[in-house]
């Protein structure tokens, strides 16, 4: 697996410390130079650009893998499904039964402002390998495997917080990835291609971005409405990208620098898009990073992860950071470990009021934090004197108090 030259450095909130890595002679003399970010024969990244970190956020309350996240309207991140191990020997794959054994159906959600977990509405079946997707105010659990391959899609009410049955996938089954569309529709991708729509609320067969797909590609939707596709596994993790803008049609995009599958593939809110370790070989784990520059359609190496991880929720919160929750590691068991990417040119610095609160929301959603501080918080009942009058002030005494100190100014005596 290729490595990334990265300067030591350390993150607040118990960050992973980034290691310089020994690349020979030719890093040697790269890093002196002033580059950082160097992987021999890839991109670069200036170093005059301050390096994305990785912080460690608080465990998930149990290992899971084969997991898949979204980030709910609120911010908090919602995990659903997955594997609770996958203890096997380096390269095999477990029994059907102990696949499904293992599976779950729970959920937890994670709440950024308080670095906590907190239990969720349980799906109506275990299932793992699924893709998770929000539509609207809605979230949608898709595919996966639990007692068999599942075609099966399950839609989380809000307001009941108890998840619903739509209708199934006509034909695709097991192993889903999927996105939404910015008409709202969803796309899923697996061993077939089908698109769903909220209206009818019936899928459809579309064609695949390949005739014969791999195992595990990712899949997102860029922020002028294309949809990517990218990765996947054929014997070995392969580079591959395609790109549509029309669902069914499909062009080849700029490849990947490694090749990778079952990775976190999302599109940032700066519009970049972010391929987060996945797997190579059949259960070798990787830990680099890629970053799309969508200006100018380049691939570049960016912080690696803490660790080897493949099979793992990935979702861009509401503050620009990506949450990186469990997943595959080396020695093919399943992690509760949590890390966040964050990168200073990539953060919103929007803010909405919401419940006497301001919150951090995707860039264009809100307003200035300031702003934001100025007309949101509880119902100010303190009151000052001011010209003779009282008037609400955050900083004030009691209504009665004030009106008892507080009288009109004395006029000014009247002089012949």
């Known amino acids: 697996e290729p490595q990334a030259l990265t300067t030591a450095r350390t993150a607040p909130h118990s960050a992973w410390r980034v290691e310089e890595t020994k690349m020979g002679i030719i890093g040697a003399l790269t890093a002196a130079c002033g580059v950082v ?46 594997t609770s191990t996958w203890s096997v020997a380096e390269g095999a794959e477990p029994t059907a039964e102990a696949k499904f054994a293992s599976a779950l159906a729970s959920t937890v959600r994670y709440e950024p402002s308080t670095n906590t977990w907190h239990e969720g509405p349980s799906l109506s079946a275990p299932r793992y390998d699924l893709c998770l997707t929000r539509y609207g105010d809605s979230i949608a659990a898709i595919g996966g495997i639990g007692s068999g391959s599942l075609n099966t899609m399950e839609v989380l009410d809000l307001a009941t917080n108890t998840w619903m049955r739509k209708a199934p996938m ?38 695949c971005p390949q005739s014969s797909m791999p195992t595990s590609p990712g899949v997102t939707t860029l922020q002028n409405g294309t949809v990517m596709s990218a990765g996947g596994y054929n014997s070995v993790g392969i580079t591959d990208v395609h790109l549509s803008s029309t669902p069914g049609t499909w062009t080849k995009g700029k490849p990947l620098l490694y090749g990778r599958w079952a990775m976190g593939l999302v599109t940032l809110q700066s519009g970049d898009v972010l391929a987060v370790g996945g797997g190579h070989a059949a259960a070798t784990p990787i830990k680099t990073v890629e970053l799309l520059n969508i200006k100018d359609g380049t691939w570049s190496y960016t912080t690696p992860l803490p660790a080897e991880i493949h099979a793992m929720a990935v979702s861009v919160m509401n503050n620009g950071s990506v949450l990186v929750a469990g997943g595959r590691t080396t020695g093919s068991s399943v992690t509760s470990a949590v890390h966040i990417y964050t990168d200073a040119s990539q953060a919103s610095t929007d803010y909405r009021c919401e419940a006497n609160a301001c919150v951090q929301v995707p860039t264009g959603e809100g307003v200035p934090k300031e702003e934001c501080d100025r007309v949101c918080g509880p119902p100010i009942d303190k009151y000052e004197c001011v010209g003779g009058r009282c008037s609400r002030s955050a900083n004030g005494v009691d209504k009665a108090v004030c009106e008892q100190i507080c009288r009109p100014a004395d006029p000014a005596p009247f002089v012949l």
Request: aromatic letters at 4%; one cysteine or more; glycine letters at 10%.
């Open 37 to 82: 970010g160097v992987t021999m024969g890839s991109p670069v990244r200036s170093a005059m650009q301050e390096e994305p970190v990785w912080t460690t956020a608080a465990s998930l309350p149990s290992p899971r893998g084969y997991t898949a996240a979204a980030t709910l309207s609120n911010g908090s991140v919602l995990v659903v499904g997955g």
């Open 170 to 207: 006509s034909s695709l089954k097991g192993a889903t990835h999927c996105t939404t569309l910015q008409d709202g529709q969803i796309l899923a991708i697996g061993t077939s291609c089908e698109l769903y729509s909220p209206v009818s609320q019936t899928w459809k067969s579309v064609t």
